[in-house]
């Protein structure tokens, strides 16, 4: 599963200046469930976003590298990051202030210093991650789901979402391109979502994603690369509004399906389900600060 590749050059390139990490996501092997409870242990949000009464101790879990193999960014000789398995049930219902968001299932994991408008979301920043299937508890495909994405700071709307599955309202249930991963701009003002990149979400694969927006000036890049390729340019710089700052999600957020008006509310959600995406390679790093990483070597 490791590329041999990875034990030649990783001394030739050692000399070269990395990108600075600003805020670090990846775990250790001997990292322990019980320590994602707790805020001074935990480099996510060891309380949100989750169902009520709910915990990350219980939500997530640390799969078998031997059977998903390390993300790109999780090899680092000698010892590896391990990848982190987010998963939902019928419980995964959050509850904010008591008002439950019955239309929803959620399990997303925040960065624990992305406050809405701390240092990841000043400058230029770039968010990494890798996605991969887990053939065992399968998502729906019937339903929409957003698995990656930056909420603005009044959670009024998105700096862009990475989905995938069948788009709310599609009148083909499940959709044709259910089954690919789309990365989608800024949704500021009400603005229609624009897609700007697409690629199948094959199973048994990592994607991996460098996700960089310019905080200034208003832009967003996107490099993507699978299994344990160079990360490679997929989306130029180009105009994307990131006025709002915000907080990086990273799992499941599964929506219903209709009908339903109020999303978060209404619509319609099977029980008995059993679902989780596995993650790996999550960080996010200061452009100013020699650029972004394309490979770990
Ligand atoms: C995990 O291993 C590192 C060495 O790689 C060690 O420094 C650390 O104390 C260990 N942590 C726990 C919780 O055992
Ligand atoms: C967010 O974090 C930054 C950096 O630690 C801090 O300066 C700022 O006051 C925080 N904002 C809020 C609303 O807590
Ligand atoms: C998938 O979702 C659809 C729509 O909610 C539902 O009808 C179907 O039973 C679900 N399939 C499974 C295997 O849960
Ligand atoms: C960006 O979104 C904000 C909030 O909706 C809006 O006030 C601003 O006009 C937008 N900027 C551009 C360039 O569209």
Redesign the pocket.
Known sequence: MIPAIFFLSSFATAALAAPKVIWEGRLKMNFSAADLDKPTTSPYNAEFVLGAGQKWSEQLLFPSMSVTGPSLFDLGYPDYRKPIEVTINDKSIFTPGGNAQKGFRRSELLPSTNNGTDATVQGTTTLHFSVKEDVHR?L????QYEIVFIETNDFSSHVWTLKTGTPFGSSE??AKDARTLRLGGSTAGGKAEEVLFSVPFDTGCWHNFAVQTNWVDNTISVWHSTGYGLLSEVVKTRANNATGKGQAHIGILKL??PPATDLSHEG???S??NEGLIYGGLFVEDWSQNGVSRTPW
């Open positions: 399968p729906n495909y019937s339903h249930v499940p219903p399906t319609y959600q099977p008995d389900i």
